[in-house]
């Protein structure tokens, strides 16, 4: 951890202005989420810095409350994927035999369904709450977190300190978290920060096909499906949050290279 | 007229990364000097880490893994190497210096046919491919590999790695370079092909006049191939001279030390009534190969006795200790201990079955978890097997770490910030906590430097002592073995072709496998690979040696 390069930095600070922003929305948001505070697409000025927005709700504390939801909308699903993706790709791993093949395959199948035809589907019939939100988008994702953890244990798996834990006879749960887990700690953490902007699109992506975060509550998306009409009269009130997204987006990327590339060196790798 | 290959005081740096340290620079080579004249062969020996193969890559100015010459020269026909650029550097390699590299079946592209690779240094120089192929089969005949008109249109993993090691020789010496560097090329062989490949190499070098510098950590090895041998420890030289007189009569300690190892004896101890390991006509076979690794093997071990297993690699010696820990339930027969009939999977074996038996593995770095402390690694075992926590826990680890002589200082380091040799130790230590019955040691001194490796030895011969404890002893080095064995099994191609009493198995008449296991183990001193070759030549008629 000696010496942070430029572009981590850049990421680190953008990030976690975001993640401040998010946490801060209550005291730092000028108007409250909902609240009607000026005309029709005013444009900006000293009360209102990003202008209003269809209905004339301040864009600039839309955005911060939006961010607060998209952030922790992502975070939570990322969590979501990662506890069973994990989880089941560890026990694949060290298990082998049908349990590994019934659960690869299963997860094979998922994975030939489009991650977002499967999530409008599933959502279509469902009552689209926060928590079936996450609920819905941590599963599709982790099929995609089983297939990373189940690859990193199997290389962990037959190596002689593994053998030695089950010559020991100790079990499942011990393989799993005291010597598995800690040695597939560091690309499981650079993924997870991959993983996490591929949520805050994907929640965005949901919420503009109105499919996702629901009114009153708004997020990036859904901020971008309210104003995407401003722009064929040269309101730039969309673009904000579109801006957003790509911004955290390429920050927190920055952070998960550097972290990968710190762990993935030659020497410093499981060391 | 000046030397062939003359350095200079070359220092040679690099830069570490210590866990949770500012990165320093370390110096890797440290003011050695050297002259190697043309059609002369210099050895490099030393310990890993000596620098021995850093000097030799200097010859070709290359610096592996960030490895930076920072002082000396080399020069080369008198021509400093270091200032000539990359342009002069592309003249010099594959061309003027070539390399032989220590894996031969890492070195190659799996994918290209033989022949393509030997003459691929050859053709950019502008030579003709059909004089670059007729170089070659020269060579491979000259080499003695099978059909040399045709080997070259096969695929590396269509030769086996004693063969593989020889074309790549071929590959240095073809395109007539002046000067060779042979990197521990027969380090990865068994003894027996060892010596193929040795003969082999020494005819070249004869043959064809070129010098070569001979890196090895094996004074056995390079003894029969050098005319000068430089002794190296830690980046510095240690004596260099003639072959004839580092070996018989070295003037450092270290060089004697390093001639004199394998000072470790063993009284052969005559073997009790009952036996601790049964082995009952124990037929294996991996699941999906229609091939039996182990052929109705039966051995015995009485309790606080070595036995030692031998044989190449394939023997089927690392198979043996899969399925007497249970890793690999055996087709037929059945493993006994201690007059109980073990389980032949590892699943139905009781804990105390599992404490009785424990097992320490070649490699010592991937043996222990890396994000787990010495007290983790050793204290396990003891959480495990008696339920001890907390002080007493502690008392007992320091108690292990004592005995394996480091001391308690050592219980919260991690892996990475151990030695080769106090990695080894600890897997003893964390085999020794469970209070076994057994050891299974699968050639667990052959990854180490001799010295180390000794030190090693002499650790498990007093626990031996200590705590009755006996050992399944699994290598290939025949040294090893006379150290520590009280009985042998030689094994050679899942079978056991001989075994007994070690005094009974090492002296004749031998059958035709042992004495060829026997005689190839180098022997220090000159002229021993002309004999041997001699020998067989003489026993053997033209053009059927195995």
């Known amino acids: ?271 | 007229m000046s030397a062939l290959l003359e350095i200079d005081d070359l220092r040679i740096e690099a830069t570490s990364y210590p866990p949770g340290e500012k990165p320093r620079d370390v110096t890797i080579v440290d003011g050695v000097s050297l002259r190697l004249e043309r059609g002369r062969v210099m050895g490099l020996i030393g310990e890993s880490g000596a620098g021995k193969s850093t000097i030799g890559l200097s010859a070709m100015a290359y610096g592996r893994g960030g490895v930076r010459i920072t002082g000396g020269a080399v020069r080369l026909n008198g021509t400093d190497i270091l200032s000539g650029g990359a342009r002069g550097l592309r003249r010099l390699r594959g061309k003027a210096v070539t390399y032989v590299a220590q894996s031969a079946a890492a070195a190659f592209n799996p994918a290209r046919r033989l022949m393509e690779q030997v003459i691929e240094t050859t053709l950019a120089q502008g030579i003709p491919r059909s004089e670059a192929e007729a170089r070659a089969v020269t060579l491979f005949a000259r080499l003695g590999l099978p059909d040399p008109d045709t080997i070259g249109s096969r695929y590396p993993h269509q030769v086996s790695g004693g063969q593989l090691q020889r074309v790549m020789t071929a590959m240095a010496l073809c395109p007539g370079p002046e000067l060779v560097i042979f990197d521990e090329p027969t380090t990865a062989l068994d003894v027996t092909t060892q010596i193929e490949v040795l003969a082999a190499i020494k005819e070249a070098i004869r043959d064809t006049g070129v010098a070569a510098l001979y890196i090895t950590h094996d004074l056995a090895v390079v003894a029969q191939v050098a005319d000068d041998i430089m002794v190296l420890r830690h980046g510095k030289m240690v004596e260099c001279g003639a072959t004839a007189q580092i070996i018989g009569a070295p003037r450092e300690d270290y060089t004697r030390a390093l001639v004199s190892v394998r000072q470790v004896t063993h009284p052969e101890k005559s073997a009790a009534a009952d036996p601790l390991l049964r082995i009952e006509a124990v037929t294996a076979r991996y699941r999906g190969l229609a091939l039996d690794v182990l052929k109705d093997i039966t051995l015995d071990l009485a309790p606080g006795r070595t036995l030692a297993v031998v044989g190449e690699s394939g023997s089927g010696k690392s198979t043996l200790a899969r399925v007497i820990t249970g890793l690999l339930p055996p087709a037929a027969g059945s493993v006994r201990f201690d007059g109980r009939d073990l389980s032949p999977a590892l699943s139905g074996r009781s804990k105390n079955d599992l404490r009785e038996l424990q097992m320490i593995y070649q490699m010592a770095d991937t043996a222990m978890n890396p994000r787990q402390t010495v007290a983790t690694i050793i204290g396990r075992p003891l959480e495990f097997y008696f339920g001890l926590r907390g002080a007493e826990r502690d008392r007992r680890v320091a108690e292990l770490l004592d005995e394996i002589e480091l001391g308690k200082g050592f219980s919260d380091r991690y892996p990475a910030e151990l030695s080769g040799g106090q990695k080894q130790r600890v897997c003893i230590a964390r085999a020794l906590a469970a209070r076994p019955r057994l050891i299974i040691c699968d050639e667990v001194t052959s990854a180490l430097d001799p010295l180390v490796a000794d030190g090693i030895l002499r650790l498990l011969q007093r626990l031996q002592q200590e705590e009755g404890v006996a050992y399944l002893f699994i290598t290939h080095d025949i040294a090893t073995v006379r150290a520590i064995a009280d009985e042998i099994a030689v094994m050679h191609r899942g079978r056991v072709v001989r075994q007994g009493p070690k005094a009974q198995v090492l002296s004749p008449p031998f059958d035709d496998y042992t004495e060829l296991l026997l005689a190839s183990v180098p022997e220090m001193r000159e002229g021993w690979l002309e004999e041997v070759i001699a020998t067989r030549k003489a026993a053997t008629p033209e053009g059927t040696r195995a």
Not at chain 1, 64 to 93: D, E, H, P, Q, S
Not at chain 1, 167 to 193: D, K, Q, T
Not at chain 1, 194 to 208: A, H
């Open chain 1, 1 to 271: 951890m000696s010496r942070i390069p430029l572009s981590a930095l850049i990421g680190l600070v953008i990030t976690a202005a975001f993640f401040g922003a998010a946490l801060l929305a209550p005291w730092i948001a000028p108007y409250g989420m909902a609240e009607v505070a000026g005309g029709v697409w005013d444009p900006s000025s000293p009360e209102h810095w990003l202008g209003t927005d269809s209905i004339g709700r301040d864009l600039l504390s839309r955005m911060i409350w939006g961010g607060r939801i998209t952030i922790f909308v992502a975070l939570a699903a990322t969590l979501v994927a990662f506890a069973t993706g994990v989880f089941l790709g560890f026990l694949a791993a060290v298990s082998g035999g049908w349990v590994d093949q019934a659960l690869s395959r299963l997860v094979d199948l998922l994975m030939s369904i489009p991650a977002l035809i499967m999530a409008l589907v599933i959502l279509s019939v469902m009552p689209v709450t926060l928590p079936v939100l996450i609920a819905v988008m941590g599963l599709i994702e982790a099929t995609r977190v089983f297939r990373l953890s189940r690859a990193v244990a199997a290389d962990i798996e037959v190596m002689d300190y593994v053998e030695a834990a089950r010559l020991r006879g100790e079990g499942m749960v011990w393989v799993i978290f005291r010597e598995i887990l800690p040695n597939a700690l560091s690309p499981l953490v650079a993924e997870a920060g991959l993983r996490f902007i591929f949520m805050v699109l994907f929640i965005s992506t949901l919420s503009f096909l109105g499919l996702g975060v629901q009114p009153p509550l708004a997020d990036w998306g859904g901020i971008v499906r309210e104003n995407k009409d401003g722009i064929v009269y040269g309101v730039p009130a969309a673009l904000f949050p579109a801006v957003a997204v790509a911004a955290l987006a390429i920050s927190v990327n920055l952070v998960a290279d550097w972290i990968l590339t710190r762990t993935s060196s030659l020497k410093g790798g499981r060391g």
